[in-house]
C-alpha cells in the first residue's frame, strides 16, 4: 500500500512548468490532445468496495506526450494491491488519439486506438466494457496473474464545448487477440468550470481554477449479445482542481448503478505538465543548436 502514496507524494514535490489542461473524468475522453513537445505525467489511484470481493487499490502511472497538433501518444504501467492478499505489477497499455480536423467544430472527433498488454489481475478500471462484473475480483492475485489478457481497444470520441460547459460521449469497442467478440461500453461526461472569467487578483483557489461536473460509464454487452441487461454501470461526480506551475488535481466518487457493479469506487489523481519537454531534450543532446538561437 505504500508504493501509491510514495508516487503521490514524490509527485506533489516535484516542480516543473507550463500550464496542465487536464480533463476532469477519470472514463471519458474530450477531444483536447497535448500540447506537442509537452510531457504530462499522471499518478492516479482507484479504491474499491467491490460487494462480493475483498477491497483493493490500483495505481496506474501515464505519460502522455504531444507528438503532434493531431497526435498523442500515452504509456500507461499499473498495479494494485488486494487486502489479504498481495501487491502485484499488472501490465502496461500503449495508447494513440488522433485529431482527424485541427479547427473547432460544433461536434470535434477524435479516434483512439490502445494496445493492452496486463494479467487478469488487473483491476485499474479505466473503462468497462461487454459483461464486466464486480465477481470478476473474486479470485486470489496468484491465481488472476498467470491470466494473460492482450487486447486491442478502440474510441470514438466526440467533444464540444458551449459557453463554458464541456460534454463528451465516447464509444467503446474492445477486443482479446486470443480470441472472443468484440465488447462494447460507453462513457458520458458533462463538466463547467465554476467560474468563466478570470479574477483579477492571484489566488490557488479561485474559481475558474475549479472544474466540476459529472460522468456515467457501464458496459454495452459484445458483438454476440448487444445489450444493457447483466452489464455493470456507474454515477460518478467530478472535481478538478488546477494548480500553479502545471499541477492539477482530480478526485472522483462512483457509485454501481446495477447488481454487476461495485458497490463504491473512490478515484482521485495529481498530473503535471512539462511544456516545451521534447525541445529540452533535443537541446540536451545538440547543445550547439540551443546557442545558436
Known amino acids: 500500500m505504500r508504493a501509491p502514496w510514495a508516487w503521490l507524494l514524490a509527485a506533489a514535490l516535484w516542480p516543473v512548468g507550463s500550464v496542465a489542461q487536464e480533463r476532469p473524468y477519470f472514463v471519458t475522453y474530450t477531444h483536447q490532445l497535448e500540447e506537442p513537445g509537452s510531457l504530462e505525467i499522471s499518478f492516479n489511484s482507484t479504491v474499491g468496495s467491490p460487494k462480493t470481493a475483498p477491497g483493493f ?67 485499474t478500471l479505466r473503462e468497462v466494457v461487454g459483461f464486466d462484473s464486480e465477481k470478476n475480483f473474486a479470485d486470489a492475485n496468484a491465481e488472476t496473474r498467470r491470466e494473460k489478457e492482450r487486447e486491442i481497444e478502440t474510441k470514438l470520441i466526440l467533444s464540444s464545448y458551449y459557453r463554458g460547459w464541456n460534454f463528451s460521449e465516447n464509444f467503446i469497442a474492445e477486443k482479446n487477440l486470443a480470441g472472443g467478440p468484440w465488447e462494447f461500453g460507453y462513457a458520458v461526461g458533462v463538466s463547467r468550470p465554476l467560474a468563466l472569467a478570470a479574477s483579477s487578483r492571484n489566488c490557488t483557489l479561485c474559481r475558474e481554477n475549479l472544474r466540476a461536473g459529472v460522468e456515467i460509464y457501464g458496459g454495452l454487452g459484445d458483438a454476440l449479445h448487444f445489450t444493457l441487461s447483466d452489464t455493470s454501470h456507474y454515477l460518478a461526480p467530478v472535481l478538478s482542481w488546477e494548480l500553479p506551475r502545471g499541477t492539477t488535481v482530480r478526485v472522483s466518487p462512483a457509485f454501481g448503478l446495477t447488481p454487476n457493479s461495485h458497490r463504491f469506487l473512490l478515484r482521485f489523481g495529481v498530473s503535471y505538465e512539462i511544456g516545451g519537454f521534447g525541445r529540452r531534450v533535443h537541446r540536451l543532446f545538440h547543445p550547439s543548436l540551443g546557442r545558436g538561437e
Open 57 to 123: 487499490l490500483s495505481s496506474w502511472v501515464e505519460f502522455e506526450y504531444g507528438l503532434k497538433g493531431w497526435w498523442t501518444t500515452e504509456f500507461y504501467l499499473d498495479g494494485q494491491t488486494t487486502r489479504r492478499d498481495s501487491t502485484v505489477f499488472t501490465g502496461y497499455r500503449w495508447e494513440n488519439r488522433f485529431r482527424p480536423f485541427l479547427r473547432e467544430h460544433w461536434i470535434n472527433p477524435i479516434l483512439y486506438v490502445e494496445f493492452v498488454n496486463v494479467s487478469g489481475a488487473d483491476k
